[in-house]
């Protein structure tokens, strides 16, 4: 697209660096802001920035924070002994919108995926034994997307923990195989939480 | 959706309010920020404010404009005894892209559109007529959207030019009667314009 003002064409190109964003997109985007109030369009530039760069990770869960420790692990009436471990903090977001989980999380940031060059060393995972010693921790509800990946990380995380007196469960399945936890549906992803099954169980009737 | 960060939820909030994009894609935005270096966000925010504080329109067409007169205008190799007469500039940009129109613009700035509210008076028509005279305009190209308050457009401006000698088109029926402009595909458009008829033709075969 050829664009008479380099003013616009600057935005634009900024807009379609965005994720599922086109120039077309973009340009709609752009022709909105134009049209919005100055104030309006500094309050959304003023948000961005602010959020990119105060922004921190919470020392504990490693979740996304606006104060050293998140809001979730500083909330008093969270069940400590209950640890979700999940891959991302859009999954931490997931969870917390079905409202039906009252324990801690655990963002791994990633899962074990030999194909992308990711392994165990490159996640929360050292941190994980810690805070389930520290906290003693009860529970540890493997909340990864069902795939290849996600059982490798359960695997591994399982034996790695053995010694640890810390039952893990996994969410049940009610996702289909290969797909993304972020998108599923809040009922299904709830029930999934409420009807988690022991790993042995899990091996046995998902392996 | 809840956030457990007051700066992600202010963010997302500021994203979700750009045309056509929901929570989840604006989580996706903001968090793909999230990501990205510092200094890309600045960019970013950078070129939003700046396009919104910096941008003028054109004094001679109402196009968007980096002067107080716009590239297309001030440039000398267009032919200036023909105006192509278009609602937004968005519909500019459309025609620009077919790269096949080297004459001038003009942009109402709507259209007449009884329905909601919008008259002639509240159009750049008292320019259109300036300039007209002014630039001893040989032919004004009427592309608008091929519907019923593009149609009352064109024969109101038919009407209100007729003591000037001045040539009124209109972009060829290319087109879906209800389709918008500025989503039809360049060749379609490119065509339309090119095969531009006299508007008593027009209204002959497509009234």
């Given amino acids: 697209m050829i664009f008479s003002s380099k003013l616009l064409n600057d935005a634009v190109q900024e807009f379609s660096k965005l994720p599922g964003i086109g120039k077309k997109t ?9 049209k919005t109030e100055v104030g309006q369009v500094e309050a959304f530039t003023e948000a961005v920035i602010t959020m990119r760069k105060e922004i921190k990770f919470c020392s504990k ?10 809001a979730i692990c500083a909330q008093p009436t969270r069940n400590k002994q209950q640890i979700c471990v999940v891959e991302n903090i859009r999954d931490v977001i997931a969870i917390e919108n079905t409202g039906q989980y009252n324990g801690l999380y655990h963002v791994l940031g990633g899962i074990i995926s030999p194909l992308d060059g990711i392994g165990p060393e490159q996640l929360q995972i050292e941190s994980l034994r810690e805070r389930i010693i ?4 009860e529970e540890l509800i493997m909340a990864l997307s ?3 990946e996600g059982d490798t990380t359960i695997y591994y995380l399982v034996k790695l923990f053995k010694d640890l007196p810390v039952r893990i ?3 049940a399945r009610g ?33």
Same sequence: chains 1, 2.
């Avoid at 993304?180 to 009737?205: C, G, H, K």
């Fill in 26 to 34: 973009a340009l709609r985007m752009v022709l909105h802001l134009l």
């Fill in 134 to 137: 520290h906290d003693r921790a």
């Fill in 169 to 171: 469960t996994t969410i």
């Fill in 61 to 70: 869960c490693h979740n996304i924070s606006d104060e050293l420790v998140c």
């Fill in 175 to 207: 996702i289909s195989f290969g797909g993304e936890l972020e998108y599923a549906d809040e009922t299904t992803l709830a029930r999934s939480i409420a009807r988690r099954l022991p790993v042995e169980n899990y091996v046995q009737v998902g392996g």
């Fill in 146 to 148: 069902p795939n290849m």
